[in-house]
């Protein structure tokens, strides 16, 4: 089945610095990745998603980055904020469409004042 | 204000005893889905829906039953809850309009069964 993982379980950067967030998957043939944020006690929430025919997509103070040919992407967050704090999934979509989405494990962001 | 709404949000039982966790979306969204989460193994997917009387299975749908009865509603169902049920439960809609893949999600239901 799909795999879609995360680099490493917790980051921590510095309040005002650059995060970067890496996840890597399994599967070339996806053509879809979501990034999603899970605050504490809360459910997760969509940030940004790129499609495949695409490397790079940027939002607010978030950038999303697509490596085909090694199969990873990131997630750079600019000026990390004390509310960035939170565990941040990358997810892509089955072969079947957007029925099922296979998400990675997590990491978490700390963000030191 | 656009939510899905999930209930219990906490709940302790015993094996056997079978329990219903409702879900209710307010933004007309024709998929809804059910996820648990557990340490290290991200979310995973239970059971979703298309529509109404449309369901199917995710990946790990052994030991529940859904229902989508009304557009809004999809119960997730444990019949007969066990221990390795115990996990963290949540809700989330789409529209299939857009093309995106955008899930919104409930603020989850802690569910442990003793």
């Known amino acids: 089945g799909e795999s879609v993982g995360l680099h490493l379980p917790t980051l921590s950067v510095q309040e005002g610095d650059n995060s970067i967030i890496n996840c890597a998957y399994s599967?070339?043939?996806?053509?879809?990745f979501i990034w999603y944020k899970q605050e504490s006690g809360k459910g997760p929430q969509f940030i940004i998603d790129?499609?495949?025919?695409?490397d790079k997509r940027q939002g607010q103070r978030v950038t999303v980055l697509l490596n085909k040919t090694v199969k990873h992407l990131s997630l750079q967050i600019a000026a990390t904020q004390p509310g960035d704090s939170a565990v941040y999934f990358c997810a892509d979509r089955g072969q079947d469409n957007f029925n099922k989405f296979y998400f990675g494990s997590g990491t978490k962001l700390n963000v030191k004042p | 204000e656009a939510q899905v709404t999930q209930n219990p949000r906490y709940l302790i039982t015993v094996t056997g005893k079978k329990l219903t966790v409702t879900c209710s979306q307010n933004m007309n969204h024709e998929y809804m889905s059910w996820y648990r989460q557990d340490p290290g193994l991200g979310l995973r997917q239970i059971y979703y829906s298309m529509n109404v009387e449309v369901t199917d299975k995710g990946d790990v749908p052994e030991g529940y039953k859904v229902s989508r009865k009304e557009k809004r509603n999809f119960p997730l169902i444990l019949e007969s809850p066990s221990p390795n049920q115990t996990s963290l439960y949540f809700c989330a809609s789409r529209g299939v309009i857009e093309h995106t893949g955008e899930l919104f999600f409930g603020e989850g239901s802690r569910l442990t069964v003793l």
């Open positions: 599967n070339s043939a996806s053509d879809y």
């Open positions: 790129i499609r495949s025919n695409m």
